[in-house]
């Protein structure tokens, strides 16, 4: 069979682009120039209709025509047929997509905080109209992950997926480990380099990572995870000194993201959960530097499965969002209807306190006899048993010592009340940190 030559033979589909920042500007300057050798690949001519942006006369990142941009993002999507989103909120996104999906294109999107809170109602109108959303680009950036779970392991069962899916606090956290640094100097140093925002809240309290984490879970366990499901702990809490116990028993403090199939009272649950956890320095997770990302996927017959790479940067998510192009593409040209998402299992999502862990506390006691006897009562009246016990002195004139209790596994509910106990105790002078061991 003979292919065809140019783009110009093929088949034209009509995209619109909303939004040309860090992300759009890349996926139109890759469209434009790179067009021959995608239209190669997507079996269609793919024409950059315009681009759909607040002020036509900002400045771009990249030189791109004049001609195409505009203010009229409705005008622009009515007649496409396929639309990328790439402005990021809820607002006017959510509206645009809805539009773009009833006047029958396929739809791309990078956008995570969308997703997590309205997905449903996008996978639906998508449904109604047998179109499909795409969105690779909405966790972990650059790295293959949404099509992994979607498509390569939907004849599997993934058991658990633990990842490391916001750069911001895993460069923090590992600028911190590396240097012994404070978290507010190395947070204020980031926001100088670009890591941080300015707000740096949705990165280092754990939302950004939620939100993923709500997206992840949903596709992995074809169960439709609502974000407020999740259970969410940042990082700023996080010191040099617990970063060094961390060192001392071989483990880094990571912020996770864990979406976990769990058996409670007999029934299939799952729990999806986001805090920083003590990881092994020897776990592939343990390795991940600077503001990568990576996510660990364990599934039955597949194992474990680790996926690596630039969770953000500009042209680095526009990779991710021009294969959803290319996807949506075929699938335009090869007719019928999208592939919904899978929700079908509808399992429950389970409160923390279900969840079976491991902790790591660290408590300063009175230096005196009978404290470990006590401190072993309390942990062993909550039904939590000890692993490893490490006692520290803090100094000549210092009356009180460092307790370093590794528990054994238990529910996170008894682990949690027994650590209140503890605190309340009369030989507890202060409850240093809880971390929860991940990864064993
Ligand atoms: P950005 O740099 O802030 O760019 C946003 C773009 O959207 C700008 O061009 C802006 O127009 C346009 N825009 C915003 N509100 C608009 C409105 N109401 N009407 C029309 N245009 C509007 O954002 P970004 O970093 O490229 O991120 C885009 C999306 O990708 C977000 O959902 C983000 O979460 C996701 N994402 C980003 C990264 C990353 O590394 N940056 C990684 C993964 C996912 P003006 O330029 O005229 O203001």
Do not use: W
């Amino acid at each position: 069979m003979t292919q065809p030559q140019s783009s110009d033979q093929y088949r034209r589909l009509r995209v619109a682009l909303l939004g040309a920042g860090a992300v759009g500007s890349q996926v139109a300057d890759l469209l434009l120039r790179h067009g021959d050798e995608l239209a190669d690949r997507a079996g269609a001519s793919l024409e950059l209709a315009g681009i759909a942006v607040r002020d036509v006369d900002a400045p771009r990142d990249v030189e791109l025509p004049k001609e195409l941009f505009t203010t009229d993002a409705d005008s622009l999507i009515v007649g496409s047929d396929i639309v990328i989103e790439l402005m990021g909120g809820i607002e006017p996104a959510r509206g645009n997509l809805l539009l773009a999906l009833n006047s029958g294109a396929d739809v791309v999107t990078a956008n995570k905080a969308l997703l997590a809170t309205h997905g449903t109602e996008l996978f639906e109108a998508a449904d109604q109209v047998g179109a499909s959303v795409y969105y690779e680009a909405a966790a972990a950036g650059a790295i293959p992950i949404i099509r992994p779970l979607r498509d390569s392991l939907a004849g599997d069962r993934v058991v658990r997926i633990m990842g490391i899916v916001n750069g911001t606090t895993n460069y923090i956290l590992d600028r911190m480990d590396s240097e012994g640094a404070d978290f507010a100097e190395v947070l204020a140093d980031a926001q100088r380099l670009g890591y941080a925002e300015a707000d740096p809240t949705a990165d280092v309290e754990g939302y950004d990572a939620a939100q993923k984490a709500a997206i992840l879970a949903s596709l992995a366990f074809h169960t439709a995870v609502p974000l407020d499901a999740v259970h969410r702990e940042g990082i700023t809490a996080i010191t040099p000194a617990m970063i060094e116990e961390a060192r001392a028993a071989g483990f880094v403090i990571k912020l996770l993201a864990v979406c976990e199939r769990i058996t409670v009272d007999g029934s299939e649950s799952i729990s999806v959960r986001v805090y920083p956890a003590l990881v092994a320095r020897t776990h592939p997770l343990g390795s991940v530097h600077g503001a990568n990302n990576a996510v660990f996927v364990e599934a039955e017959a597949a194992g474990s499965l680790m996926f690596y790479g630039a969770g953000a940067g500009g042209v680095q998510t526009a990779s991710a969002v021009l294969g959803d192009v290319v996807s949506a593409a075929r699938r335009h040209i090869a007719g019928g209807v999208g592939v919904g998402e899978s929700t079908r299992a509808n399992l429950p999502t389970v409160p923390i306190g279900h969840v079976i862990t491991r902790y790591q506390i660290t408590l300063e006691v009175n230096d005196q006899p009978g404290v470990l006897a006590t401190v072993a009562g309390i942990l062993s009246e909550g039904g939590v048993s000890v692993a490893t016990v490490v006692q520290t002195v803090q100094g000549e004139d210092d009356p009180t010592a460092r307790l370093i209790i590794g528990t054994h596994r238990a529910a996170d509910q008894a682990l949690s009340d027994t650590v209140e106990k503890l605190a309340a105790s009369d030989v507890v002078e202060r409850v240093v940190s809880v971390l929860r061991v991940e990864g064993e």
